[in-house]
């Protein structure tokens, strides 16, 4: 398959940096001040920050524009000791509940210390529980000071009827937000990876008791779902510079790729790996092997799909930013929206959703919490 086409829409100055940021050294005062806006809109300042470590650049850094990546690298530092922290009472308030304490996404590379939390901020922690122990853990993280967030009555329900999770829970006192889920993807999606079988390969970190994460193929593959299953991608490039960095150091493991394209075929997320290394090189030109890309060639959609999936994706993960747009980007971005929610539910169940939430959700008023 061919690759994504370079003319297609050029590449933001953001991603241009990620790629080489060497080249940050001959930036004028204007592209320092476009960089910082596009790396914030993206949620990238932090990161950004720690590649121009890496390769020596701080110095290059104009004082008016280091304050901004130094704010950044200081809130991520603080983020990271509260996560390690948080994750602690959450084992603590799930220590009954008979199975290790699964952590997702990027409080998971936090705690397995992986070159993915680099400069990584959140928005909340995802946990993974099993699904016959969801009511039990909701109990537990409840008399713990977890309540339900102010949801409205049908968002409640839409949640525990279709979704992969209950609610989002919030903190009474620290107002921390944790997402628990019981699969990376809704029953009604079109495709059922097993949670047993993510379950079953976790691994136990070092210096957290209790606290495991995915294997290391899994944690990439349940990444790459949920990028090209959500339809609401502000932070799209940064979570393609999660799986920049998670591959690369997955790959140092000669036998990583084998493993992790039968991994994908097994647990039929295999198109949404297609998708995640067709665009991680687009954007970043992560190495990928070419008997891989041959191999994941089996997986992709037809030409007229994958046309369309570019132009579509080329412009929903740039960066939310004036900049990175163009005439195309709304249509953009709504194509992206009704894609995820088709990929997660049957049209019979969609259409009815997608009116209520267009034309009855935002007249209902969202009860606060007790």
């Not at 400069?119 to 922690?125: A, T, Y």
């Not at 593959?221 to 940064?238: I, N, Q």
């Not at 249509?331 to 929206?337: N, Q, S, V, Y």
């Not at 959700?361 to 919490?369: A, F, G, V």
Request: charged share 20%.
């Amino acid at each position: 398959m061919k690759p994504l086409s370079r003319n297609l829409l050029s590449r933001t100055l953001l991603s241009r940096t990620l790629r080489s940021p060497d080249i940050a050294a001959q930036f004028s005062m204007s592209e320092w001040d476009m960089l910082v806006r596009q790396a914030r809109a993206a949620g990238l300042l932090a990161r950004l920050a720690h590649r121009f470590c890496q390769h020596g650049l701080t110095a290059a850094i104009p004082a008016v524009a280091r304050w901004h990546f130094d704010a950044a690298e200081t809130l991520a530092d603080k983020q990271q000791t509260a996560v390690r922290w948080e994750l602690q009472q959450l084992r603590a308030a799930l220590v009954d509940l008979g199975s290790p304490l699964i952590v997702l996404k990027g409080a998971a590379y936090v705690a397995a210390n992986l070159p993915a939390a680099a400069g990584r901020l959140f928005n909340d922690i995802d946990i993974l529980v099993p699904r016959e122990r969801l009511k039990q853990a909701e109990s537990s993280l409840m008399l713990a000071g977890w309540h339900a967030t102010g949801l409205s009555e049908y968002d409640k329900r839409y949640y525990r009827r279709w979704m992969h999770e209950i609610p989002p829970m919030q903190h009474v006192q620290r107002a921390t937000v944790i997402d628990v889920h019981h699969a990376i993807l809704p029953d009604t999606a079109r495709y059922h990876p097993d949670s047993a079988k993510l379950r079953s390969r976790a691994v136990a970190v070092e210096g957290l008791p209790g606290i495991h994460v995915l294997a290391a193929e899994d944690r990439i593959l349940h990444s790459a779902t949920h990028l090209f299953h959500d339809g609401e991608l502000p932070h799209g490039l940064r979570d393609l510079t999660d799986l920049d960095l998670l591959l690369r150091d997955a790959a140092l493991d000669h036998h990583f790729w084998p493993r992790l394209t039968a991994r994908a075929d097994e647990l039929q997320l295999s198109r949404s790996l297609f998708y995640a290394l067709r665009y991680l090189r687009h954007f970043l030109d992560t190495p990928v092997p070419d008997d891989v890309t041959a191999t994941l060639d089996a997986a992709a959609p037809n030409r007229v799909t994958l046309a369309l999936m570019d132009r579509i994706f080329s412009r929903v993960l740039a960066p939310d930013h004036a900049s990175c747009a163009d005439s195309f980007t709304p249509a953009a971005r709504l194509a992206a929206f009704v894609r995820a929610h088709w990929l997660r539910m049957p049209a019979h169940l969609l259409i009815p959703h997608l009116f209520h939430k267009a034309f009855v959700s935002p007249y209902q008023r969202t009860p606060k919490p007790a």
